[in-house]
């Protein structure tokens, strides 16, 4: 399947928003986490719980980044991007959380990390990418062999 010039350059942009959702990440920063999160974005946590809103979304990881996941890096590798419409796409990351003090509780692994998969859609408004869902869910069992 080939892939137009346009597309590549979204691809690209959408590729960093994720690195720069890993940095505001690993600085404990929720205001650059949340940069890109629309007004109205649902987000699923790896729990279940839902909140609505970029304020809910901003509140909900400083709270995390001040507390359980304070001192820990986010990396994410894209496992699938798909452009539902030049102005929609949907992306499939595997995330891990390392560095944890501590898992979550209920939540095993071998490794110490959190490992989840993260699906995120965003919208293209005003020429950038923004998240309109975040869903993430805790991978159970072993974590995935590396890509």
Known sequence: MSISPLEQADARAI???????????TRGDAIAFSKWVLPDCVFTNIR???FVGHDDFETQHDRIFATIYKGT???QT???LRFLRPDVAVVDTAAAVIGLKHLPPGIQSPDGALHTKLVQVLVKERGEWWIASYHNVEIKGP???PA
Do not use: K, Q
């Open 143 to 145: 974590p995935p062999p």
């Open 73 to 75: 890096r986010l990396s």
């Open 78 to 80: 894209i496992d699938y």
């Open 15 to 25: 590729e960093e928003r994720i690195a720069s959702e890993d940095d505001a990440w």
């Open 48 to 50: 279940g719980g839902v």
